[in-house]
Structures are given as C-alpha cells and as structure tokens.
C-alpha cells in the first residue's frame, strides 16, 4: 500500500452501511451503539455493535435482567469533553455508573469482554486492541465483577448482538460476513 492511500477506517462508517450487518432475525427493540456510547436499559431490547480494535463491555444483572454495552475506540484519553465515551477509562466506569443506576447490584453482575483485533500490528501485546481489552479486564478485576466470556484479538472485525433479557450474546467475525 502507498504512503498516501486511504486508510479503512470502520468508526466513519455512515449508519446505512452498517446496517448490512445488523441481524434481522428478532421482532425485539433494537439499540445500535456507535463508537464512543454507552447504553443501559432495563428494557429487553437487543443491543449491537461493529467492533475492531475497539473494545466493548457487556454488564447484565442476572436478578434484575437488565444490563448495558459500551464501545470505546482507545484505552485512554480526557474524562471531560464531548467525546470522553470513546475512551476505555472513560466509558468502563461510565457503563458501571448507568447500570448500578438502574438498581443493579455489583454482586449479581456480571461482564463480557470482545473486540481488540489488530489486523496491523506487529507488536500485538502493544496493540490498539490488546490495550482495549486489557483495560476493560483489568477494570472489572478491580470492581469485582466476573468476566464470563470473553472474544477478544484476532485480525478480524466483529459484530456483537447482547441481548439484554437474558443476556446472551452473539458474535459473528467479519470474515463469516
């Protein structure tokens, strides 16, 4: 590739492109999460995503059957501003905070960690992605909450669909697409 091609960059995708990868196979509500959001619900609805090097975080309280995804695009970066959610340190406690608001308890929670895909990277314990992920796991470590699943690395993109009323979650890699 020349020094000067355009680079593929999945976060500005418009919303119609994405779309062809949303599953169409639920009558649910559905809540599709860009880069740099958080959302929680009590509601069943079905969340889903596009994730690389990004990371996402899925909480579900088994008890209360609701839960909440984030997708943050880089381990670290300002906590204030309008973009503060699209960084891991940022969005990981704020995912925490929403669903706690919601009535969860930390003790009936518990975490699914995907994304961190580093298609380019030479070094991949230095990656984008490998940092995403190990923030996310390092975090949950700290506020005790179990991680139960877990699709993390690789060289290929993911779509993620949580399912907040039972808290199931699918995964289908770019290359089955």
């Known amino acids: 590739m020349r020094e000067n091609s355009p ?30 959001q958080v959302f929680a619900t009590r509601d069943p609805i079905v969340i889903s ?3 690389g090097s990004c990371a996402a975080v899925c909480l579900w309280d088994r008890n209360k059957k ?10 670290e ?5 309008p973009n503060r959610l699209r960084y ?33 990277a030479v070094n991949l ?4 992605g490998t940092r995403n992920v190990d923030l996310a796991e390092s975090f949950l470590r700290s506020a005790g909450i ?12 993911r779509r993620l669909v949580f399912q907040v009323a039972d808290g199931m979650t699918t995964i289908k890699s770019f290359e089955q697409v």
């Open 7 to 36: 680079k593929f960059n999945p976060a500005v995708l418009p919303a119609e492109a994405m779309k062809k990868f949303e599953p169409t196979d639920s009558d649910k509500p559905r809540h599709f999460l860009y880069p740099g």
């Open 49 to 51: 995503t596009i994730l």
């Open 66 to 75: 609701a839960g909440g995804m984030n997708h943050y695009l880089l381990p």
């Open 77 to 81: 970066g300002l906590a204030e501003g």
């Open 88 to 120: 891991g340190n940022v969005a990981n406690p704020e995912l925490l905070r929403q669903v706690l608001a919601l009535g969860c308890e930390i003790r009936n929670l518990q975490a699914k960690v995907f994304g961190g895909s580093s298609a380019f």
């Open 125 to 128: 314990s230095q990656s984008v």
């Open 146 to 157: 179990p991680v139960v699943e877990r699709e993390v690395s690789g060289k290929h993109g």
